[in-house]
């Protein structure tokens, strides 16, 4: 690292903190590492931190990923927040107030705030940026970490690209440059609400690619569904104020189509599960991790029908997941859609 010209010193390395050690809180505490930054992991279980601490490593959810020497772990989260002001929280979308209620009771006053959460909130049908006005005011510099990645894959420190949004285009780009490296590349964008909703609905229609993918349906029926529901995704996205343009970019296009065409997606298996007869509840226990889209099917059903936005497939892999009609006859239903013109 050069040293500053006015000064001769060598600047300190950014700092940041990651709130949430499941598999992708890990990955992206390890490639912040990776590209430079000192970086602390936090987690809620102190024993479970402890074992990170030893072992160098995440053994429950990235176990070939070694942590590179400026990471290191703590469980204690009032002192992580004490000690950085850019923070990155990484829980899933129904545990994201409850996380942001108790940042908030330890916030330092210079806190910038991002997290790598996808989801509506059940209850309120709020996206990540709403929950967190509401818990944490608009003074705070908020941002969010989305785009087409598996957590193994940032891990090994494979070639990756995903995108960083926010309205504070400054506090964007400097998150996109401490995260960037060698063979992970991020991009910037201002539209925070196209590229949440990029990543709340493409778990739904993942489910649906599993469904579809595991009755044998084939190729064609596949690539209409991740068409037809880039389409649906784009829609009710357009109608709470996103940008289309966003929906074909990483946050949209590429998520939706990695997460429905690979089996590292928890939902796709799900999905696959379900058309091999598996009950939903023993599906969800054999992944061993949340599967969004469950929840997420929901929150997306709802918020479509207050927006008055037609999505006719979300609305199949709701009714298969939550009310249990057969997945047969959800295609069926898809099927005997009146025609219409593409576009419309």
């Not at 993918?213 to 389409?231: K, P, S």
């Amino acid at each position: 690292m050069s040293s500053t010209p006015e000064t001769g010193a060598t600047p300190a390395p950014a700092r940041i903190a990651i709130v949430g050690a499941g598999s992708w809180g890990t990955a992206l505490a390890i490639q912040f590492a990776r590209a430079g930054c000192v970086t602390t992991l936090w987690g809620r279980d102190p024993h479970h931190m402890a074992e990170l601490a030893r072992d160098r490593r995440n053994a429950r959810y990235l176990p070939d990923a070694p942590f590179p020497e400026s990471l290191t772990v703590d469980a204690d989260l009032a002192r992580v927040l004490a000690a950085h002001r850019d923070i990155v929280v990484s829980v899933p979308s129904h545990a994201l107030r409850g996380m942001l209620v108790e940042l908030a009771q330890h916030r330092p006053a210079s806190m910038r705030l991002a997290w790598a959460t996808k989801g509506f909130e059940l209850s309120t049908g709020l996206l990540p940026h709403e929950v967190a006005g509401q818990v944490l005011g608009s003074d705070v510099p908020t941002a969010v970490i989305s785009g087409p990645t598996f957590a193994k894959e940032v891990g090994a420190g494979l070639p990756t690209a995903m995108t960083v949004a926010s309205a504070d285009a400054e506090f964007a780009s400097e998150l996109a440059k401490r995260i960037s490296g060698l063979n992970f590349r991020a991009y910037t964008s201002t539209d925070i609400i196209g590229v949440e909703i990029g990543g709340a609905i493409k778990n739904v229609l993942a489910i649906g690619a599993g469904l579809s993918d595991g009755l044998g349906f084939g190729a064609n029926t596949r690539i209409a569904l991740i068409t037809r529901g880039l389409v649906e995704m784009t829609r009710l996205g357009v109608a709470l104020g996103a940008h289309k343009d966003t929906f074909m970019g990483l946050a949209g296009l590429g998520d939706l189509v990695l997460t429905c065409t690979d089996n590292q997606s928890r939902n796709r298996r799900f999905g696959l599960a379900l058309a091999a007869g598996e009950r939903i509840d023993s599906a969800q226990k054999a992944i061993g991790q949340v599967v969004e889209g469950v929840l997420a099917a929901r929150a997306v059903r709802e918020v479509a029908t207050r927006a008055n936005v037609e999505m006719p497939i979300s609305e199949q892999i709701y009714r298969v997941v939550h009310e249990g009609i057969p997945p047969k006859d959800a295609v069926k239903e898809l099927m005997s859609r009146a025609l219409k013109p593409e576009h419309s």
